[in-house]
């Protein structure tokens, strides 16, 4: 392939993903995607043989590396608690990194084509299968609440994939800040407390062991004074 065919493919991708995401596949034309490519509907057809066609490509592209990443994830020799972590930073990047191609596979499943809307089904059964899995092992393991698999799975994706909703590049959250709170949330709610005491920071311990001196001081003049009234009489 040519270098110019390549770019103007890449362009047609890019303006289509931005279209199906903004208006929604159904209502997006291929003389709409031709018009902001700046070429002809017949040169169209000479990279991709249908509106349908183009969307496989993107809905391949966006899948594979999200699947790629998170087997590389679940493959790797960490402890359950920093594969979560990991898990949590590939979620959100996936989120707000590529956010159009997202948003077309999620918000736009039901107007899919029925064997693309099929595929997307399909591999995100095997993404929910492979974490469900992951989870199995920390709650035999028990890393993890015992609550069924399933679940905590469902509750975890839907706080990630959430994201395409209200996310937005120049928005107050950063990935980082997402990927901070999204962690100490999964942390706090589903990794086991009993392991690990949540101690008392020792700047408030200290504090806190002031203020009682500083009452028992406050009895023992209050004693001392009605030992000495006393006395006096």
Known sequence: MSRTRELVEEEIIRVATQCFSERGYQA????????????????????????????????????????EGLATILAAPLLRREKLRRIVAHQVASFTADQPAIRIFI?????????????????????????????????????????????????????????????????PFTQDMIVETFTHILESGCLRSAEKSVETPLSERLGELEKGVGEIKQELKKVSRHLRLKGER
């Open 107 to 171: 918000s736009e499943e039901k107007t899919l084509p029925p064997r693309i809307a099929r595929r997307v089904r399909g591999v995100y059964s095997k993404i929910d299968r492979l974490l469900e899995q992951e989870t199995d092992k920390g709650i035999a393991a028990g890393e993890l609440i015992d609550v069924p698999p399933r679940l905590l799975v469902y509750a975890f994706m839907g706080m990630c994939n959430w994201l395409y909703r209200w996310y937005k590049p120049d928005g």
């Open 28 to 67: 997006t034309t291929i003389e709409e995607i031709a018009a902001r490519v700046d070429i002809s509907r017949v040169t169209f057809y000479t990279y991709f043989e249908n509106k349908e066609a183009l969307l496989q490509t993107i809905f391949d592209r966006s899948l594979r590396a999200y699947q």
